[in-house]
């Protein structure tokens, strides 16, 4: 008789210790939920590290850059896939690079080359430092302009049909000077090395073939604005 009352009051314990246990988690299906319910919000870690939320109607991923952010959703109850997640965009090669240059101030102070870069793609690419300018015949590349603005490692996007500047001071401090209308130009990337080179003429404000002299030259750094733009 002893061990039937000992295995009933152990019997009895665990039940009431049950019962307690499912009152404090609201029960199977109670008004705390039940497991499945709890678990249908829960936090996602997408590749870069951001999070997002996952509910049951679809999949909500906010993914977090450091030039923003962006959105989208998926699943059935979405009804729409999420939008692409925006490419990089990389470096210009010079293939999708039109240029045009303008002669302005000719004769002048201030006189030099103002070379126009625009983006013919279809996709956004970036540019950074300076462009690599032979003028005319020779075969020496020109060197950034020594008081030129800070910013020369910079990237700068240009996006399709976007422009870029930059500009060629010429000089005529001495009697040994070079005469050209047409000059050659190539883009750098973030180490110093030079792609391909374009050749293209330089034109006066009417459209017309312009004829530059100098003796000294220097190039300023790709800029979203005119240099000397007086």
């Known amino acids: 008789m002893r061990t039937t009352r000992i295995r009933t009051t152990v019997l009895a314990a665990t039940t009431a210790a049950l019962a307690l246990t499912l009152t ?20 996602v870690a997408t590749a870069d590290g951001a999070k997002g939320s996952e ?20 699943g059935s109850g979405a009804g729409k896939a999420a939008p692409a997640r925006a490419a ?17 101030f000719p004769a002048q102070e201030g006189e030099h080359l103002l070379i ?50 930059s500009a060629v001071a010429l000089f005529t401090d001495s009697d040994r000077t070079h005469t050209a209308t047409e000059l050659s130009v190539a883009l750098r ?3 110093g090395d030079t792609g391909p080179g374009a050749g293209t003429g330089a034109f006066d404000g009417k459209g017309a073939p312009s004829e530059f002299t100098w003796s000294d030259a220097e190039v300023t750094n790709w800029n979203t604005t005119k240099p000397y733009d007086f």
């Open 116 to 165: 126009t870069a625009t983006n013919a793609d279809s996709k956004p690419c970036w540019v950074t430092s300076y462009p690599s300018v032979m003028l005319g015949d020779t075969s020496d590349v020109l060197p950034h302009a020594a008081k030129d603005a800070p910013g020369g490692t910079a990237r700068i996007t240009v996006k399709p049909g976007g422009k870029v500047y």
């Open 189 to 191: 990337d973030q180490t």
């Open 55 to 74: 509910k049951a109607s679809g999949t909500t991923v906010t993914t977090e850059t450091g030039g923003g952010g962006e959105q989208g959703t998926t």
């Open 24 to 43: 404090a988690c609201g029960g199977s299906d109670g008004s705390g939920g039940s497991a499945s319910k709890a678990g249908s919000g829960r936090s």
């Open 88 to 104: 990089a965009a990389q470096p210009c090669t010079g293939d999708e690079i039109s240029y045009a240059v303008l002669h302005r």
